[in-house]
């Protein structure tokens, strides 16, 4: 529990609707063209543009140790806390905040906590993360925001591709339909991790276009992480509470 704990804080789980009912996942689209210049531009225009999102999902993790489906809710106010909270079997088994400075959570079955920074959930993940990275995967943007950024721009009139070439170090390629982001990858040649992150499947609600079902995959020197996330429902822009408090008597554990 405490490593899909940590890394379902990471890849944590986002859908955008206004009513509190279930994301219909649309075919994706073919674009008839494709915008040159203005792409990038044209892409963030009014993009999740909401204070607060509150959402019941479900996640399946698998790895070379273990495979385990669980349930999440997660309220996120926008650039400023991920609240999540993960029930396997109908019991709440882990909660975690996330916030610019910091990642906390705690897990029941060994009654431990842990209390750290971005270092460790960019080791395991084998990509550079901060919360605007975390909140940006969760949105279907691309990890890093790409306006000002040196970019290439290819398309093969069904597509369009767009390589963040500011880091020769390491490479960031994304993948659009015409008006969403399809898949993001982030390759670190040097440490031997690639991170990739596709988006299969958007619903549209109102105007508002967010992923239906986000599929991950990180590889890493110590084998490979899938995880696939799928959303039931969500709220739009009403006040949330963030109750975390850890239980009396639980172990501050640090993960290496």
């Not at 789980?13 to 040159?36: D, F, Q, R, Y």
């Not at 960031?172 to 040097?190: C, G, I, W």
Request: proline share 5%; charged share 25%; net charge neutral.
């Amino acid at each position: 529990m405490k490593r899909i704990c940590l890394l379902l804080i990471c890849i944590s789980l986002i859908g955008c609707k206004t009513t509190k009912t279930a994301v219909a996942a649309t075919t994706p689209e073919t674009p008839k063209s494709i915008p040159s210049d203005s792409f990038v531009d044209a892409f963030y225009e009014g993009r999740n543009d909401f204070k607060t999102v509150a959402i019941k999902a479900s996640a399946k993790y698998v790895d070379e140790h273990q495979d385990q489906s669980v349930t999440a809710d997660v309220r996120i106010k926008k650039d400023e806390i991920i609240f999540l909270s993960i029930r396997f079997l109908g019991i709440t088994m882990a909660k975690a905040i996330i916030t610019p400075q910091e990642v906390r959570y705690y897990e029941k079955i060994n009654e431990t906590f842990f209390e750290g920074d971005y270092a460790t959930l960019s080791k395991w993940l084998g990509t550079d993360l901060d919360f605007q990275r975390v909140q940006n995967l969760l949105l279907g943007e691309p990890i890093e925001n790409l306006k000002g950024k040196k970019v290439k721009q290819t398309s093969d009139g069904t597509s369009i591709r767009i390589d963040d070439t500011s880091d020769k170090q390491i490479p960031k390629a994304y993948t659009f339909d015409a008006s969403n982001l399809k898949k993001s990858e982030v390759k670190q040649p040097a440490e031997n991790r690639n991170l990739e992150v596709n988006y299969p499947a958007y619903a549209t609600q109102q105007g508002r276009n967010f992923p239906a079902q986000i599929l991950i995959e990180a590889l890493h020197p110590k084998g490979k992480t899938n995880i696939r996330i799928n959303y039931n429902s969500a709220t739009f822009n009403e006040e949330l509470s963030y109750p975390y408090s850890v239980p009396d008597g639980y172990e501050r554990v640090f993960i290496e």
